[in-house]
């Protein structure tokens, strides 16, 4: 018993607890649904007592790890080969395979049970214990019908989603990815609000399916096109990962001795192998490409025609694998793109989450839309630098520009308070697209940090229509008014999750949304996409205001004025129900305290933000080798620790151990 | 105690009262709800004092001392340590936002005018609110209001500013929605909220650009040092201070946003009084007076900033000229005065930067015990005259309200700038800056002569709008609305001794701290770090030939006296009956472009809301023929199926069919490409 053991379990208890929970709501479903009701709150609470365990033991890693290599290295594997030797070390890798390509199993390529945590992912689990939790509380009162089995898909749809969080195989990371949309479908198409949500599940399904496939195309084309390098005298995998400024400094005869055109080997479906690989192919093909300059600028007239049939060959190449990747980054990014949703991918969004109970428009909003972003910084980001900052800002980043402000503009327009925080939700998520490609470690800190914070305010924004869905029929804001006379703590607390959600300073999503727009001032970026994405970001900050108060003056000033209550000739009751008061209060309190002490979340995330950014600077340099690292004080990259059989058996080598000529 | 940490308690004393506030009311004791923050305010005045004495003797102080915190693997998880650096709010990357305070005489001024004169509004609003509704939440709103301001002045990080800044953005939304339930208050306090919130995405990318350009620091002072030792282009340093200057104008209500201001004279008299003198609108002057050493180095924006002062406190003078609500023409008279300071702070680099900034931050000192007076005043006329404020409906108030009456004169006068007041001496002083500007200044002299010209006009509009004000008041036969009942009567004490310690200070203030002293204020503001360092670039850029202390004008002051006895000797001749004057037929459209506050609302209204809504629907739609669009899109397999379905018609023969032909064309193209 190691305690690397005991924190895989514990990680594996996070992931599936759900699961088993849906049984037991199932089980207890029999007794009524009071009893059912009763047994989900129990168990979701449960959970996020688990995952806050998680999370402390978690905080002892944060400050440990000071010296990073450019792979990704998730702590916490359950099967991690580090624990058979009872040497308590994390290998950041597993033995446990799942699929294996070849029936010996030993060194072939496999599909593997990866699950891990790190700076990326452990706040999104807890994002989606917490909110899992406010979910079924905020089914509590407005799920009438077989309780027992929406909470059952709900619990399923958690384990889903975390899985999708936790996975550090690639296919594992689709699998779930795609597991998603199943519970989705029933608790849209069952449970919905409204006449049409049959059809709004089914659209919700085929669109996001529709744009998954082409994900699933961009993985395989990134798992066929970037197989371990072999080294093309030793037989052996080899890797060589100068940090960018090492990059930029180092010259080129080191290069030439360091890079040989490798050949390729087994493929691998490891996303953290598959980021080496990545690099060592996109730095072989640039390398070989600055060789044969070298050559032709030292040939004598009697070589230059072989010197420049060579270079125009590994020019050719290079571009090829260029093209290449280019398709296969639009590819993953149509799947994410549908699922965040950007703008103009998002017309399934507000049929699904106006006819999906408030519960599920919660997750979604809170949760799922996540996803998408999620897998930009896991897949896109580090499997395909190069294009990421070659079309990213000016691709998505407009298309996100576009996001903010054309959904700010819906936003205001919309009567319906639950399609004004939808499409809310997609201008956020616009400016969260925007902050990632920025691709620096200010827009990728703040871009992850407003995942949870637009986590936190997205969802908060929907258990506050919980509120009023439970007192009255209609959630049309032009039937409100003056609410603030009737429900004063419920007008606070919605002020609060307001503020929040516009930005306010002191509250969560101004840190974020101040890191996002930082990112977007890197001299690099501007000269990509200029100041024009940072001005739409803060207009859209400004349109946020503008909707959002215009929203609070109609629903809460003034006058009072109510719709017909929920149930006939019972006049609503009275203000914010203890109930009631958990969720909002402890989400008003999260926004306040995350607002005031971002340091604790921004030291989890820092690793990761460092790594991927030192990812895209080395991609930089490919692509211009005068772009120099902007950081002063570089961080420490190390290649990993060796990993005994992580990629099924076979042992990267770097090309620190000198490979022979 | 060192200042700064006298400094750090006076945000923790509004803090605690912001906080123990709702406390009492939540436990029965509503009626006490005023204690906390009065006793706040007093006690952070007496700390300030303390600091202004310390930053006196002592020069500017240190770092601020802070916290550490940090997430630890053993219990409780987390580091907490005392250190001399200041506490990081949060950091990545190159972004790193520090709790630093910059104590020197700039912010130690402000802080000691907003605690002071916000003391004694709060004090007048234990009276004025009494037995109001939202007693509890008025106070606790009014202690996070200053203490946002007092955030806003005493930081020396942009975005510690910036959260005070937004802070007192908010505190004003929800005061002057103070009365949630009238649809106009609303109105206003989104209007307020929006408007200064266009001005802040300016002032968000500006710090931004400072930021990239500053060296990646985000204290000011560090961005300064860095900018004076490394300088920036001069588009870069052009644009970073036209966006700071739009925050400011969005604060400070100038052209073109001044419009929230009027308006937001929804909320409670007092709050206007809060907001008018001590917090919230003179940040965008203080913004200014900090950065100066940036500002003077672009002197096609300080020549901008000087033109737009002028052409607001012209067109808020002319406005306030016709109003008929009390409150309004103070509000338009804000404005206008807030237009003065900017004039000022637009000379600097024109003429010494300190002098210039002297004059504005001197301004919005006295400004800020007269206009408090002038608001408490009106508030005390509104408590009388239950709750009616157009002047219209009232007259000759002098006897029923000695004191209001009497309190409320030297506020004119002194707003007037009638001489020896507090008013006098600093309108004084910017007009000197204009005219010295105008003589001296290397680029954009003729724009000063103008701005000076418009000054003079406006100082005298200034002073015929106030006495017409206080005539149509106070003079006449004695008229009250049928709304104060038959017992109209002077307002109780706890109203009263507010109104005699501001009227005090707009009496002597202005005489005592700089004509008395031999201009102590101006060089005691001039030691600010800043502005030295505004000075030095200013004396880089300039063989300084013009005098450079602060000294008084005699030919600018006599001007400017000239102009305000005319102003007042107009509004005699007109309103000393307590009526509104009939018109020549000639004035009549003046008189309703006055009245009707030039359309400006209505031309933002048709210009800028308008179009944004239509935007909105616009966008709506659109997305409907969008998701049609996917529909669309979503039917070309369906299409597909549909023209291939009919292959499948169950018949052996087709079938059969098909397979031959299939077969033919199989073989013809075997054989056609191996015999080729």
């Known amino acids: ?661 | 105690m060192s200042s700064a940490v006298l400094a750090i308690l006076i945000l923790a004393l509004l803090l605690g009262a912001t906080l123990l506030t709702p406390i009492l009311a939540r436990v029965g004791l509503r009626r006490f709800a005023h204690l906390p923050a009065i006793l706040a305010f007093g006690a952070s005045a007496v700390l300030a004092l303390n600091i202004l004495a310390d930053v006196y003797a002592n020069g500017p102080a240190g770092p601020t001392p802070g916290l550490s915190l940090d997430l630890a693997s053993t219990y409780p998880f987390i580091d907490l340590n005392l250190k001399d650096q200041p506490t990081t709010w949060f950091q990545a990357g190159r972004l790193k936002v520090t709790f630093s305070l910059a104590i020197d005489p700039l912010s130690a001024i402000l802080l000691a005018t907003v605690t002071f004169v916000a003391t004694w509004i709060a004090l007048f609003s234990a009276g004025y609110m009494h037995g109001e509704d939202g007693y509890a939440r008025y106070f606790t709103i009014m202690a996070l209001f200053v203490l946002c301001m007092c955030l806003l002045v005493l930081a020396d990080n942009f975005f510690l500013l910036l959260a005070g800044w937004e802070g007192v953005g908010l505190c004003s939304y929800l005061l002057v929605g103070y009365y949630y339930a009238k649809p106009s208050a609303a109105a206003a306090a989104r209007k307020a909220f929006l408007v200064t919130r266009l001005g802040d995405v300016g002032f968000v990318l500006g710090i931004f650009l400072l930021w990239s350009a500053g060296g990646y620091h985000t204290d000011l002072s560090a961005i300064f040092e860095h900018l004076a030792k490394n300088p920036a282009s001069h588009g870069t340093l052009t644009a970073a201070c036209l966006l700071l200057f739009c925050g400011a104008v969005g604060k400070s209500a100038q052209l073109p946003l001044y419009v929230w201001l009027p308006d937001a004279m929804e909320g409670p008299t007092p709050v206007s009084a809060l907001i008018h003198a001590a917090t919230m609108v003179t940040a965008g002057v203080y913004l200014l007076a900090r950065c100066s050493p940036i500002f003077v180095q672009v002197p096609y924006v300080q020549a901008y900033v000087c033109v737009t002062g002028g052409l607001t406190a012209l067109l808020a003078a002319f406005i306030a000229l016709t109003q008929t609500d009390l409150k309004r023409v103070l509000a338009y008279s804000t404005v206008s005065q807030l237009g003065f300071m900017f004039m000022a702070l637009g000379t600097a680099g024109a003429i010494t930067p300190s002098i210039a900034v002297a004059a504005a931050i001197f301004h919005l000192f006295t400004h800020a015990f007269f206009k408090a007076l002038l608001f408490l005043g009106s508030g005390s006329v509104m408590h009388a005259m239950g709750g009616v404020i157009d002047m219209r409906k009232f007259a000759g108030l002098r006897k029923l309200l000695p004191v209001t009456h009497a309190t409320f004169l030297v506020g004119c006068a002194a707003l007037a700038g009638l001489p020896l007041l507090s008013g006098f001496w600093s309108k004084d002083q910017i007009l000197d800056s204009l005219h010295h500007a105008g003589e001296h200044a290397l680029h954009y002299r003729f724009v000063f002569i103008f701005v000076f010209g418009v000054a003079l006009l406006t100082a005298g509009m200034t002073a015929f709008y106030t006495f017409r004000a206080y005539f149509l008041t106070f003079w006449g036969t004695e008229r009250v609305p049928e709304e104060a009942g038959h017992h109209a009567h002077e307002s109780p004490r706890v109203m009263l001794v507010p109104l005699v310690v501001l009227a005090i200070g707009a009496l002597f203030a202005g005489l005592a701290v700089e004509q008395l002293t031999k201009h102590g204020f101006s060089k005691f503001l001039a030691k600010t770090p800043a502005i030295q360092q505004a000075n030095r670039s200013y004396e880089a850029a300039h063989v300084v030939r013009a005098q450079s202390s602060p000294h008084f004008n005699w030919s600018v002051a006599g001007m400017g006296t000239a102009a305000a006895f005319l102003g007042l000797a107009g509004a005699f001749a007109l309103f000393r009956k307590g009526e509104l004057a009939d018109l020549p037929a000639g004035m009549k459209p003046v008189h309703a472009l006055s009245l009707n506050k030039v359309y400006v609302d209505e031309i933002y209204q048709g210009l800028v809301v308008k179009p944004v809504e239509f935007a909105a629907t616009g966008s709506r739609q659109f997305d409907g023929v969008l998701d049609s669009l996917a529909r669309l899109i979503s039917y070309i397999p369906r299409l597909f199926a549909a023209l291939l379905r009919p292959l499948q018609n169950g018949l052996v023969q087709f079938y059969a069919l098909g397979m031959v032909l299939g077969l033919t064309v199989f073989a013809l193209f075997v054989v056609f490409k191996v015999s080729r």
């Not at chain 1, 129990?42 to 959970?47: E, F, K, P, V």
């Not at chain 1, 809170?366 to 190069?386: D, H, M, Y």
């Open chain 1, 1 to 661: 018993m190691t305690m690397n053991f005991l924190l895989g379990s514990l990680l594996l208890a996070v992931l599936f607890a759900p699961l088993g929970a849906a049984a037991i709501v199932l089980l207890a479903g029999r007794a009524g649904p009071a009893a059912a009701r009763r047994t989900a709150i129990l168990a979701s609470a449960t959970h996020v007592l688990l995952t806050v365990s998680l999370f402390v033991l978690y905080a002892g890693f944060v400050h440990h790890e000071t010296m990073l290599s450019f792979q990704f290295q998730p702590k916490i594997v359950p099967g991690d080969p580090g624990t058979a030797t009872n040497s308590d070390v994390f290998t950041y890798g597993t033995n446990w395979i799942l699929m294996s390509l070849a029936p010996d199993g030993v060194s072939a390529p496999a599909v593997q049970f990866f699950v891990g945590l790190d700076g990326l992912n452990i706040l999104l689990l807890g994002l989606t214990s917490l909110m899992f939790f406010f979910a079924v509380l905020v089914g509590w009162g407005t799920i009438h019908e077989r309780p027992a089995s929406f909470y059952a898909w709900l619990f399923a749809l958690q384990s889903a989603v975390g899985g999708a969080f936790a996975s550090f195989d690639i296919v594992l990371f689709y699998i779930f990815f795609e597991l998603t949309l199943v519970p989705s479908y029933f608790l849209i198409g069952q449970w919905g609000t409204g006449g049409a949500r049959r059809d709004a599940a089914r659209k919700f399904v085929l669109y996001t399916l529709f744009g998954s496939l082409f994900t699933l195309v961009g993985i395989i084309g990134v798992v066929l096109t970037n197989p371990i390098p072999i080294h093309p005298t030793t037989n052996k995998p080899f890797y060589f990962e100068p940090t960018a400024r090492g990059m930029a400094s180092s010259s080129r005869e080191m290069a030439e001795n360091a890079y040989f055109n490798g050949k390729p080997g087994a493929v691998t479906f490891s996303i953290p192998i598959l980021m080496k690989n990545v690099s060592m192919w996109d730095s072989m093909a640039h390398h070989s490409v600055q060789h044969a300059e070298q050559r032709l600028a030292k040939a004598t007239p009697g070589q230059r025609a072989a010197a420049e049939k060579e270079l125009a060959a590994a020019r050719d190449s290079q571009s090829q694998r260029r093209s290449l990747q280019f398709w296969i980054f639009l590819a993953l990014m149509a799947g994410f793109a549908v699922k965040i949703p950007i703008v103009p991918f998002h017309t399934w969004l507000p049929a699904a989450y106006g006819e999906a109970p408030l519960a599920v428009t919660m997750v979604f909003s809170a949760i799922l839309a996540k996803l998408g972003t999620f897998g930009i910084v896991r897949i896109v980001i580090p499997l395909t630098p190069e294009m990421c900052v070659l079309y990213g800002l000016p691709w998505f980043g407009t298309l996100g520009a576009i996001g903010v402000i054309y959904a700010a503009l819906c936003a205001y327009a919309q009567r319906d308070l639950k399609l004004l925080a939808a499409y809310s939700s997609v201008s956020h998520l616009g400016f969260l697209t925007i902050g990632l490609f920025a691709l620096n470690r200010e827009g990728i800190s703040g871009s992850v940090l407003h995942m949870v914070n637009h986590g936190l305010t997205a969802g908060a924004l929907f258990v506050l229509l919980a509120f009023l869905a439970r007192r009255y029929r209609t959630l049309d804001a032009n039937q409100y008014g003056g609410l603030w006379a009737k429900y004063p703590r419920y007008a606070f607390y919605s002020i609060v999750i307001a503020l929040a959600s516009v930005g306010l300073p002191g509250l969560c999503n101004f840190v974020s949304e101040m890191l996002m727009l930082a990112g977007l001032f890197d001299p690099r970026n501007i000269a990509i996409a200029g100041y024009g994405l940072a001005v739409v970001a803060a207009i859209g900050v400004l349109l946020a205001s503008w909707y959002t108060f215009t929203m609070l003056r109609r629903v809460f000033f003034g006058p009072v004025h109510e719709p017909p209550a929920a149930t006939d000739g019972v006049p609503p009751t009275g203000d914010v129900h203890p109930r009631e008061l958990i969720p909002i209060a402890a989400l008003a309190a999260l926004c306040v305290g995350l607002g005031l002490f971002p340091q604790p979340l921004l030291d989890v995330i820092s690793p990761e933000a460092r790594r991927l950014a030192g990812i895209v600077d080395r991609a930089r340099i490919r692509l211009d080798p005068n772009a120099l690292p902007v950081y002063e004080t570089e961080t420490v990259f190390v290649p990993a620790p060796n990993a005994p059989r992580v990629d099924g058996g076979i042992r990267p080598v770097t090309a620190n151990t000198a490979p022979p000529k």
